[in-house]
């Protein structure tokens, strides 16, 4: 995700979203749950579609009812603060994210007392393009095949240096950096709790794909929530001329709507509880 900040007489005039994460990278075919195009809109009265027999065990109760939806509030795991490294160059992106995984994999450890194994995933921070076992890319994603984030810092070091000392500017660019981890984080718990395998090859640009990144996005947003002693949102980025600014450059299009983004966002903030981020039992207006 990368964002540019359009900056007039020292604010924030416009800003524009500059590429899109394609969301998980693609494994070896299986069959896939097939969300219902007519699904209902309103929550609670939906019709989940069969599926088709697969490696996952039971790939519809796997996205519907799993485990992951049972386990407590994630609590804080009293990481060190949010590291205020400059995010002007590789080096510089690379250490920040290097900062923030462990304390990631600490907050997802604790599912461990609930039965799920979270162990850290690789880290691959990058410039330019990146071959991957899911292939060659130059935007952040996440890589199931081989349990790897990978971080494309360009997208975070070109409007750092573009806006060179202005702290208002850098301090969303770091935010937007520390969603993006988080959010990759969240399709790692996606593969080890076997969300990934349950929705077969075919989810790239179909509801799936929706479902599968707004939940990503909710995750995401627990951690956030949970540990934000560590990673607390500055409260100017609160203040109402601001609040949109900041939810805008968390916004990928290809994450389904804004107001949907912003909703599943807001669930994982609020609660902190994973299993409130259940984007596979809702009607489609609310994954669109």
Same mark, same amino acid.
Request: hydrophobic content about 35%; some cysteine; overall charge negative.
């Given at each position: 995700?990368?964002?540019?900040?359009?900056?007039?007489a020292g604010?924030?005039?416009?800003?524009?979203?500059?590429?899109?994460?394609?969301?998980?990278?693609?494994?070896?075919?299986?069959?896939?749950?097939?969300?219902?195009?007519?699904?209902?809109?309103?929550?609670?009265? +939906?019709?989940?579609?069969?599926?088709?027999?697969?490696? @996952?065990?039971?790939?519809?109760?796997?996205?519907?009812?799993?485990?992951?939806?049972?386990?407590?509030?994630?609590?804080?795991?009293?990481?060190?603060?949010?590291?205020?490294?400059?995010?002007?160059?590789?080096?510089?992106?690379?250490?920040?994210?290097?900062? +923030?995984?462990?304390?990631?994999?600490?907050?997802?450890g604790q599912?461990?007392?609930?039965?799920?194994?979270?162990?850290?995933?690789?880290?691959?921070?990058?410039?330019?393009?990146?071959?991957?076992?899911?292939?060659?890319?130059?935007?952040?994603?996440?890589?199931?095949?081989?349990?790897?984030?990978?971080?494309?810092?360009?997208?975070?070091?070109?409007?750092?240096?573009?806006?060179a000392g202005?702290?208002?500017?850098?301090?969303?660019?770091?935010?937007?950096?520390?969603?993006?981890?988080?959010?990759?984080?969240?399709?790692?718990?996606?593969?080890? @709790?076997?969300?990934?395998?349950?929705?077969?090859?075919?989810?790239?640009?179909?509801?799936?794909?929706?479902?599968?990144?707004?939940?990503?996005?909710?995750?995401?947003?627990?951690?956030?929530?949970?540990?934000?002693?560590?990673?607390?949102?500055?409260?100017?980025?609160?203040?109402?001329?601001?609040?949109?600014?900041?939810?805008?450059?968390?916004?990928?299009?290809?994450?389904?709507?804004?107001?949907?983004?912003?909703?599943?966002?807001?669930?994982?903030?609020?609660?902190?509880?994973?299993?409130?981020?259940?984007?596979?039992?809702?009607?489609?207006?609310? +994954?669109?």
């Amino acid at each position: 995700m990368a964002v540019v900040l359009v900056l007039a007489a020292g604010a924030v005039a416009a800003y524009t979203l500059l590429s899109t994460d394609p969301g998980p990278s693609p494994r070896p075919p299986a069959p896939r749950a097939v969300p219902s195009t007519d699904a209902p809109d309103a929550p609670g009265s +939906v019709d989940v579609p069969p599926v088709q027999p697969s490696s @996952t065990p039971d790939p519809q109760r796997t996205l519907t009812r799993n485990e992951l939806y049972r386990v407590p509030r994630m609590k804080s795991v009293g990481c060190a603060q949010n590291s205020r490294v400059a995010l002007d160059g590789l080096g510089g992106v690379r250490a920040y994210y290097r900062s +923030v995984l462990p304390c990631l994999s600490r907050a997802w450890g604790q599912l461990g007392k609930d039965g799920i194994t979270v162990r850290a995933p690789g880290l691959e921070v990058f410039s330019g393009e990146v071959s991957t076992p899911c292939g060659s890319v130059l935007y952040s994603f996440y890589c199931p095949s081989n349990q790897t984030i990978y971080m494309y810092a360009d997208e975070m070091f070109d409007p750092w240096n573009q806006y060179a000392g202005d702290d208002f500017s850098h301090g969303l660019t770091r935010l937007a950096a520390l969603h993006t981890i988080a959010h990759e984080f969240g399709h790692h718990v996606q593969q080890v @709790t076997g969300i990934f395998g349950a929705m077969g090859p075919d989810w790239s640009g179909t509801e799936l794909e929706r479902r599968s990144e707004l939940q990503a996005s909710c995750l995401g947003n627990v951690f956030l929530a949970s540990q934000r002693d560590a990673y607390g949102v500055d409260s100017v980025y609160w203040e109402a001329q601001w609040e949109p600014l900041w939810r805008f450059i968390t916004r990928v299009p290809n994450h389904g709507s804004e107001a949907n983004q912003r909703t599943w966002t807001d669930r994982g903030y609020g609660s902190a509880r994973p299993g409130d981020c259940n984007t596979w039992t809702v009607g489609a207006a609310q +994954v669109t």
